[in-house]
Each structure stands twice: as C-alpha cells, then as structure tokens.
C-alpha cells in the first residue's frame, strides 16, 4: 500500500509538474528567449520604442484608475451585500459575476453600442464634447467591468464567515459605524482584500478583448501593452514584440511574488489564531 500511495504521489506530483511547465513556464522561457535572442541593444531598441513606451504607459494608467475603483465597489457591495438585505440583492450578485460569463468581446461591443457616436449617450457626449469610446476613458471603463468580480468575490465568503458579533458589540459600546468598520471589518478582511486586488491588477494589466474593441487601435494614443504587441507581432517585428510582452511578464512576476508573500502571511495569521485558541 505505501508503495501504491508512494507511486500514486509521484504520478499526480510530475503530471502537475509537467503541466505547470508546458502552460507556464515554457512560454515565459520562450518570450524571454526570443525578446533577448539579438542581444540587449536591440531588445533596449524594442521595448525604448516610442509606441511600446506610450503603451506600457497606458497600461500602467488605466491599471491605476480601474484597481482602486474596484477596490472601493468591492468593498461597498460586499459590505452591503453580507450585511443588509434590500431589492435587487441578487441582481446585483448577478452583475458582480456578469464578466465571468459574458466574452470580453461582447461587453466591448456593448459599450459601443452605448457610448459611440451611434450609440445610446452617443448624442449627448457630443453635445458634452466628451470623448468616450477610442480614447483612455473607454479603456478605463472597460477594464473596470471586466475585473469588476475579483475583489467582491474574494470578500462575500470571508465577511460572510466573520459574522455580525464583533461589529454589534462595538456598536454597543458606543462605537461609531465608522469606528467598527475600520478596527473590526478592515483588520478582519485586509488580507482578503489585498489578494483581490493582486488578482484585479493582474487581469487589468493583461486584459485584450473589451480594450481592443474599444481602443480603436491607434498607435501611440489608445493601443495598451498586449495591444501594441499584436501590432509588432503582425507587422513580424517579432523581438519588438516578445521585448515589449517580456515587460508583462516582469509585471506579472511581480505580481506573482507578491501573491506569494500575501499567501504565507494569510497562513501565518491562521496559525497564530489556532494557537490562540488553544489557549
């Protein structure tokens, strides 16, 4: 039998091993080749162009807008929805989970439908002389949208599982609302929040569908990072455009390594509290 389980251990662990290495890190090694396959002057040339750098601008611009307001919204709703019940609660759980089922594609369409000069608010925005669709705003929006889920989803469950003890006795010994959300709710659900928003950043940084519908693909003004590595790589400037996608892959191990140290210290805050409840 030990021998069975000692093979059955060794199978699972190599056929997740050799997956991880096919999906993962063979295209990681295969970008950083070709991006550094003619040296580090031409790779300095491709990712110092002017597009890439006006894209990789971009990007980081619309990353920094789209987080945090997801940020807020994911905080606000679960908060609403673990804590009150009001009509059209479960239309807006279906709202929060709508970009998981809905192709990026689709919802980049829709927001043309409503914010292009055709559209529904098309008139009106002329009217404003505001700009929505093939400008960053566009970008913007349809980034929010398509992360909209990541930080909600991550804080439901863990408020959900906190419970309302603690923040009704702070009410009862004359804590403010404000006093109990922010040294009872936010200690208890900061390190929830903060992997929802790694996980947000990372799909803001790599998003294409909705953005590519939307950004009209102008060159130096509206095309993000994934987008301007479409355009080398179909123009077959191939080291351009593995040097400028090898720029995604530092963000991503970026994020990845901080993914990583969130994940140990949530394992270390729960082993600290088991042993508080031992004693």
């Known amino acids: 039998m030990?021998?069975?389980?000692?093979?059955?251990?060794?199978?699972?662990?190599?056929?997740?091993?050799?997956?991880?290495?096919?999906?993962?890190?063979?295209?990681?090694?295969?970008?950083?080749?070709?991006?550094?396959?003619?040296g580090l002057e031409v790779?300095?040339?491709?990712?110092?162009?002017?597009?890439?750098?006006?894209?990789?601008?971009?990007?980081?611009?619309?990353?920094?807008?789209?987080?945090?307001?997801?940020?807020?919204?994911?905080?606000?709703?679960?908060?609403?929805?673990?804590?009150?019940?009001?009509?059209?609660?479960?239309w807006l759980l279906t709202v929060i989970d709508s970009p998981f089922s809905v192709s990026p594609v689709i919802?980049?369409?829709i927001f043309i439908l409503l914010f292009g000069r055709q559209g529904w608010f098309g008139p009106w925005l002329e009217q404003m002389?505001?700009?929505?669709?093939?400008?960053?705003p566009g970008l913007v929006i349809a980034t929010v949208f398509i992360t909209l889920p990541f930080v909600s989803r991550e804080?439901?469950?863990?408020m959900e599982s906190q419970g309302l003890e603690e923040e009704e006795a702070g009410l009862l010994l004359g804590a403010s609302p404000l006093q109990v959300f922010l040294r009872i709710v936010?200690?208890?659900?900061?390190?929830?929040?903060?992997?929802?928003?790694?996980?947000?950043?990372?799909?803001?940084?790599?998003?294409?569908?909705?953005?590519?519908?939307?950004?009209?693909?102008?060159?130096?003004?509206?095309?993000?990072?994934?987008?301007?590595?479409?355009?080398?790589?179909?123009?077959y400037n191939s080291v351009a455009a593995f040097s400028a996608a090898s720029l995604l892959v530092f963000l991503s191990l970026i994020t990845l390594v901080a993914k990583q140290i969130l994940e140990r210290k949530i394992k270390t805050a729960k082993k600290e509290e088991s042993l508080q409840d031992e004693v």
């Open 43 to 90: 790779y300095w040339e491709g990712i110092s162009e002017p597009d890439t750098v006006s894209a990789l601008k971009l990007t980081l611009t619309v990353v920094v807008i789209a987080v945090p307001l997801n940020t807020i919204f994911g905080v606000v709703s679960a908060f609403s929805i673990t804590r009150f019940e009001f009509p059209g609660k479960s």
């Open 186 to 235: 936010v200690p208890g659900i900061k390190y929830g929040l903060l992997y929802g928003i790694i996980l947000c950043n990372a799909r803001a940084m790599g998003e294409f569908g909705a953005v590519s519908v939307l950004s009209g693909h102008i060159r130096g003004q509206t095309n993000t990072l994934p987008l301007q590595i479409e355009v080398l790589y179909n123009e």
């Open 107 to 109: 919802s980049g369409l």
């Open 155 to 158: 804080l439901i469950p863990l």
């Open 2 to 38: 030990k021998q069975e389980s000692t093979a059955v251990r060794i199978l699972l662990v190599g056929a997740v091993l050799f997956f991880t290495g096919l999906i993962l890190i063979l295209p990681i090694y295969t970008v950083l080749y070709e991006a550094f396959s003619k």
């Open 129 to 136: 002389d505001l700009k929505i669709v093939f400008n960053t």
